[in-house]
């Protein structure tokens, strides 16, 4: 059974960085397409980014190119956002989620598994 914890959330101020963590087990990591993804309060989940198996590629959501990258470390099992010149619009609960695939998907449809969600609040 595969499980995906974030961490890594919390209070900043507009400007900062924070650098979320995805842990994962139960599966090969390595063969698991990850994403990010987040909700703000009366929003719908959206995609924020991806990192395909290898890290070969990396889709992001134009919400938030140039301010946030995503990477992995198939050693350590662990994705990660790292966000900087965080917005007030960024604030949301962010979720990880993976799908055993060699493609970044945009659709939240198309993961099998979801992590249980970090909270980022980011106040102006």
């Known amino acids: 059974q595969v499980q995906l914890v974030e961490s890594g959330g919390g209070l900043v101020q507009a400007g900062d960085s924070l650098r979320l963590s995805c842990t994962f087990s139960?599966?090969?990591?390595?063969?698991?397409?990850m994403g990010w993804f987040r909700q703000a309060p009366g929003k719908e989940r959206e995609f924020v980014g991806g990192?395909?198996?290898?890290?070969?590629?990396?889709d992001l959501a134009d919400s938030v190119k140039g301010r946030f990258t995503i990477s992995r470390d198939n050693a350590k099992n662990t994705v990660y956002l790292q966000m900087s010149s965080l917005k007030a619009e960024d604030t949301a609960v962010y979720y990880c989620?993976?799908?055993?695939?060699?493609?970044?998907?945009?659709?939240?449809?198309?993961?099998?598994?979801w992590g249980q969600g970090t909270q980022v609040t980011v106040s102006s």
């Open positions: 989620a993976g799908r055993i695939s060699s493609t970044i998907w945009r659709s939240e449809q198309n993961y099998n598994y």
């Open positions: 139960g599966r090969t990591f390595s063969t698991y397409t």
């Open positions: 990192i395909s198996r290898s890290s070969g590629t990396v």
